[in-house]
Nanobody, 122 residues
């Protein structure tokens, strides 16, 4: 069992930055690939970024490529999502999730956090 707790959301102006954190605890948490997803009001949850267990491989949705950066610190059992050049359309609840292998597919993830709200004002 892996428990995930996100933090770092809030209200940000367009063009600004934010950093989300996801603290993982539980058995072998550092062995899992980690992903970030987001869900805007009235929309389906969508993939944002993923990182493999070692941090050596990352993947991004086209909509955030070049603006967002995923990273992890296994010594701290924490995954980060750096959000730069934020746009109003980035407004959503952001979720971190854990999976055996890095993936962009929601159903591949076994464990989910409760989410953290990011609101980008224009």
């Amino acid at each position: 069992q892996v428990q995930l707790v996100e933090s770092g959301g809030g209200l940000v102006q367009a063009g600004g930055s934010a950093r989300l954190s996801c603290a993982a605890s539980g058995r072998s948490a550092s062995n899992y690939a980690m992903g970030w997803f987001r869900q805007a009001p009235g929309k389906e949850r969508e993939f944002v970024a993923a990182i493999n267990w070692s941090g050596g491989s990352t993947d991004y949705a086209d909509s955030v490529k070049g603006r967002f950066t995923i990273s992890r610190d296994n010594a701290k059992n924490t995954v980060y999502l750096q959000l730069n050049s934020l746009k109003p359309e980035d407004t959503a609840v952001y979720y971190c999730a854990a999976a055996p292998l890095s993936s962009s597919i929601i159903d591949d993830y076994d464990y989910w956090g409760q989410g953290t709200q990011v609101t980008v004002s224009s």
